[in-house]
Nanobody, 127 residues
Framework: QMQLVQSGGGSVQAGGSLRLSCAAS????????MAWFRQAPGKEREGVAA????????YYADSVKGRFTISQDNTKNTVYLQINSLKPEDAAMYYC????????????????????WGQGIQVTVAS
């Protein structure tokens, strides 16, 4: 069974840090790109970070540059999102997503490009 299972998340004070994890299992195709998306109430889902399978290509949305870091451990088939200096506007449901069978990451991660999704995990920022 192909699945992406997320962990981490929770409620953190503004200015604090958090690490999200996403473990992949059961995929038979080669992973080409992993990404993190987020969706706040009443807003569209947006891609905030992406990393190619080799780790050589990384994307960050302007709103998170310098605060978010995407990384991966290919031996564990796990991708991480380190979130630092949390802001109230970072509060959202966060989703990891996988692109399998392609070639690298799209220049900008869009929902339509990713066929595998995690269950989502809530990040709340307490002021």
């Amino acid at each position: 069974q192909m699945q992406l299972v997320q962990s981490g998340g929770g409620s953190v004070q503004a200015g604090g840090s958090l690490r999200l994890s996403c473990a992949a299992s059961g995929f038979t195709y080669r992973r080409s790109c992993m990404a993190w998306f987020r969706q706040a109430p009443g807003k569209e889902r947006e891609g905030v970070a992406a990393i190619s399978a080799s780790g050589g290509v990384r994307y960050y949305a302007d709103s998170v540059k310098g605060r978010f870091t995407i990384s991966q451990d290919n031996t564990k088939n796990t991708v991480y999102l380190q979130i630092n200096s949390l802001k109230p506007e970072d509060a959202a449901m966060y989703y990891c997503a996988g692109l399998y069978g392609g070639s690298g990451c799209p220049s900008v991660p869009l929902e339509i490009s990713f066929g595998a999704w995690g269950q989502g995990i809530q990040v709340t920022v307490a002021s």
